[in-house]
């Protein structure tokens, strides 16, 4: 047995540092968090300085377990979970749940994972910081006391099954005050003039006019003043000018760069990034530091003057703006600035070579530019066309790494032709067209992590989560708006014969970008309307700045806490018991048939349309929303529409035809099948003979397309793309083949590789008793019998499982029965309401 333990919270993670050890040290991993609080109970006592109940997950019993046996026989444990704040806390949850001693267990903490960093740290362990350890528990235990709280609230007056959080519902409000301004905008017409010139030497550029004219009459009248012009040179320009390059990256901008450049959602980035850090090719990945340290400069500055030269090198310290950065960490950067690539898989590739490049001309000397403006007037009026151009001298830091912009507007200047004061032009047209102010931009994942950073609002860790859980809770999501058709005039002067072109373009769509669903806004307006101390910026970014004084030292996080909740506790009470129901209801009008109010709002089960109330005799009829209605933007009419469904359309093949709005779109249905409609596809338009043509093109695409071993294969469109089916497997077909063309050997192929890859992760089979154990994701495995799947620890051998082992298993992770159930929760309830009580008699005590 090995002297020495390692802990780190990661497989990929140990199997990395494993390498840089020697036999003395054995590297294991507490695949994260081995304690947390309970799931199904607050955990926080809080009357008792909100002490936290931390419990191990059911989950990690096997790893505590084994942790425990490894370090009781163990000399030394080196506790090298990550630098910050969630990685101390891991640290410090290791040591309390194993019980390890001061005298034996030391903790170690690296920037990054390679030999000399690992080496470094053992020399110079330290203990755990319990500063840090606060600072996590802070910000654990506050958000647990409002999304604990708040949700039951959210439950009673908005709808059942609801979540709030610090940080979530921020974000959730800047989505919804952006789309309530994108809503509320009106755009202003104008007209940019724009033209071609060219030179002597047949050189042609284009120049525009600097102010737009606001009528249509004005730019008319100003083309026309063009006719029969001559122009010419009446200014040229030349100055140097720089630009500089942008600082290594911190985990905001990386998310922001890897969104723009590499098309990644912010969890991927993470998730990317993760993984490089853990194979040992990149520093730490959660950071707001832009340092680099005196060690990884000199190493890019080698590593530029061997590739490119002495002059493209210059070191530069960068100095972060962020509020509350940790300068004493580092930026993310490359472990060894002379890998240009590693060998890894493509994602992985790309996110290091953005780093890489970010890091290396971050050290690399400024871009020479030579920037010309040129002014250009006529002789029949006294407005001048201007055109700017820009030549780059000496490329510098741009030979190798150019910042991406989030301004989809912005235009980039071209070089222009040879030119000199006085010099005759030709114009070849001079176009007036009707532009339109546009409303703010939809944000994406990367500029909401840029808004919540530049207001201070959550720190490096938080963002990904954090946008991941307003998707997952569908208060958000990624929209695709198609937009609609929005008509604009275009005078052209052209040989000087002015012509008025009538044209449309398409305004207002939007794909990827995040867009508050009508839970989220309902959800958002209640929270702002009772709970404003929560969803204030300024008072979420003081929270932030609170935890990193405690982090610091400077401030005790049971005061924090306390004097957080004395406000917010009462507040909460009260809402419960006086606020209205929040649905977000809208009245549109009346029924023309029974002369009852038509309204749309929240319902148990969405949005919907209601005709009539609660209070009429008859009970009010109701329709949900079709997939592209919202209800800040359903109409009257469209709403009376959606009690027109479903509509009878006929019989086919004995079997009644109906068309319907469902939760995922419009369909027709004959029997217990059904078709979608095509993507925008008005239901209330499809008659019989679109509905059966329908139904023919369906039993097309369903009918076999070929029979193997004699059972029929079909194939499909799903959610994952395309497939086929045979045996009752689904077995994605890739791009390597073509799918509408799929051979007799393509076919054969697809399915046999199935076959030997289902073969390949099964693990036990007992057909007799319907069991089987099979390999899962990330290294685990899993049981299957009938419906039943259970997933088994990475720490359980399946190799060695026996039969009668794995109905044990069965066995204990059977479910409750209803009546057992019902007893416990009458207990829990009964015991809630006894510590309820004894709460409120130690409050009027105190």
Not at 249 to 275: D, W
Not at 582 to 597: F, Q
Not at 633 to 658: C, N, Q
């Amino acid at each position: 047995m090995a002297k020495n333990l390692v802990i780190v919270e990661s497989p990929a993670k140990a199997k990395t540092i494993e390498k840089f050890l020697g036999k003395e040290y054995k590297v294991v991993s507490s695949f994260g968090h081995i304690a947390d609080l309970p799931t199904k109970e607050l955990g926080v006592d809080v009357d008792e300085d909100f002490k936290p109940k931390y419990v191990v997950n059911k989950d990690k019993k096997d790893v505590v377990k084994q942790l425990k046996s490894l370090s009781a026989k163990a000399e030394t444990i080196w506790l090298a979970s990550d630098e910050d704040r969630e990685g101390e806390a891991i640290a410090w949850h290791l040591a309390e749940t194993l019980k390890l001693t001061d005298e034996k267990t030391k903790r170690i903490v690296f920037h990054e994972i390679t030999k000399k960093a690992i080496q470094n740290a053992i020399e110079n362990p330290r203990t755990i910081d319990y500063n840090l350890v606060n600072a996590q528990q802070a910000r654990r235990i506050l958000d647990r006391l409002v999304g604990y709280e708040l949700s039951p609230v959210l439950w009673r007056k908005v709808k059942g099954g609801l979540s709030a959080g610090r940080v979530q519902s921020v974000s959730v409000r800047l989505i919804v005050e952006r789309e309530r301004d994108i809503q509320a905008f009106n755009p202003v017409a104008s007209f940019r003039i724009d033209a071609e010139f060219t030179t002597t030497a047949g050189k042609s550029f284009k120049a525009k006019l600097p102010k737009n004219f606001n009528t249509k009459e004005e730019a008319e009248a100003f083309l026309k003043e063009n006719i029969g012009a001559s122009f010419q040179v009446a200014d040229l320009t030349k100055k140097p000018a720089k630009k500089y390059p942008a600082p290594p990256f911190t985990t905001s901008t990386l998310q922001q760069e890897a969104a723009r450049k590499l098309y990644f959602s912010v969890s991927k980035t993470m998730t990317v990034a993760q993984r490089l850090y853990e194979a040992g090719y990149i520093t730490y990945m959660r950071t707001d530091s832009v340092n680099l340290s005196d060690e990884a400069k000199n190493s890019a500055a080698q590593e530029i003057v061997t590739a490119y030269g002495e002059k493209y090198h210059k070191a530069r310290n960068y100095k972060g703006k962020t509020k509350g950065a940790q300068e004493a960490h580092e930026a993310i950067r490359p472990t060894n600035f002379a890998n240009h690539e590693i060998p890894a898989e493509r994602d992985q590739q790309r996110l290091y070579q953005l780093i890489w490049q970010r890091a290396i001309a971050s050290q690399m000397s400024d871009a020479e530019l030579e920037r010309t403006n040129v002014k250009i007037s006529a002789n029949k009026h006294d407005k001048e066309f201007t055109a700017n151009g820009e030549m780059i001298k000496f490329d510098g830091f741009l030979k190798v790494y150019l910042e991406g912009n989030d301004d989809e507007n912005e235009e980039q200047a071209g070089l222009l032709p040879e030119m000199k004061k006085s010099d005759q032009l030709y114009n070849s047209y001079i176009t007036a067209t009707e532009r339109f102010t546009r409303p703010p931009a939809r944000y994406t994942e990367a500029s909401l992590v840029k808004k919540l950073e530049e207001l201070g609002i959550g720190r490096p860790s938080t963002y990904a989560p954090t946008i991941s859980t307003i998707q997952n809770r569908k208060y958000v999501e990624k929209g695709s708006i198609e937009g609609e058709e929005r008509p604009y005039v275009k005078f052209v002067l052209k040989q000087d014969k002015l012509k008025e072109e009538k044209l449309t373009e398409k305004v207002g769509s939007d794909k990827g970008k995040l867009i508050p669903t009508d839970v989220g806004m309902v959800v958002n307006d209640f929270l702002v309307n009772h709970f404003t101390s929560i969803l204030d910026y300024n008072f979420t970014a003081k929270v932030e700045e609170d935890f990193d004084n405690i982090a610091e030292g400077k401030i005790e996080w049971t005061e924090m806490i306390g004097d957080f909740y004395q406000d917010f506790h009462p507040t909460v009470k009260d809402v419960a018991e006086n606020a209205e129901r929040e649905v977000g209801e809208r009245v549109l009008g009346k029924d023309p048939e029974s002369g009852k109010p038509v309204s749309v709002r929240l319902g148990k089960f969405g949005p919907m349309v209601q005709i009539g109330t609660v209070e009429d005799e008859e009970k009010p009829r109701f329709a949900s929303l079709g997939p592209n209605q919202t209800l800040a933007s359903i109409t009257f009419e469209e709403a009376l529409d959606l009690f027109k469904l479903p509509k009878a359309l006929g019989e086919y093949k004995e079997e009644k035809v109906e068309v319907n709005n469902g939760r995922f779109g419009p369909y027709v249905r004959y029997g217990k099948k059904y078709v979608s409609l095509a993507k925008g596809e008005d239901p209330m338009g499809v008659d019989y003979n679109r509905a059966l043509e329908l139904i023919k093109e369906k039993e097309k695409a369903d009918a076999p397309i070929y029979n193997y071993e004699g059972k029929d294969v079909q194939k499909g469109v799903g959610r994952f793309g395309p497939y086929i089916k045979w045996d009752g497997m689904f077995i994605n077909v890739n791009k390597k083949y073509d799918y509408d063309n799929l051979s007799e050997s393509d076919i054969i192929e697809l399915i046999e590789d199935k076959k030997r890859k289902e073969i390949e992760k099964l693990i036990h089979d007992w057909p007799e008793e319907g069991i089987r154990v099979e390999k899962a994701r990330w290294g685990r495995s899993k049981i299957l019998k009938g419906k039943t799947k259970i997933e088994l620890p990475k720490t359980v051998d399946a190799q060695k499982l026996t039969l009668e082992e794995v109905k044990d298993i069965i066995e204990k992770n059977k479910p409750k029965s209803k009546a057992k159930s019902t007893k416990k929760t009458t207990a829990k309830k009964s015991t809630a309401k006894k510590k309820t009580t004894t709460r409120k008699t130690k409050s009027s005590k105190k």
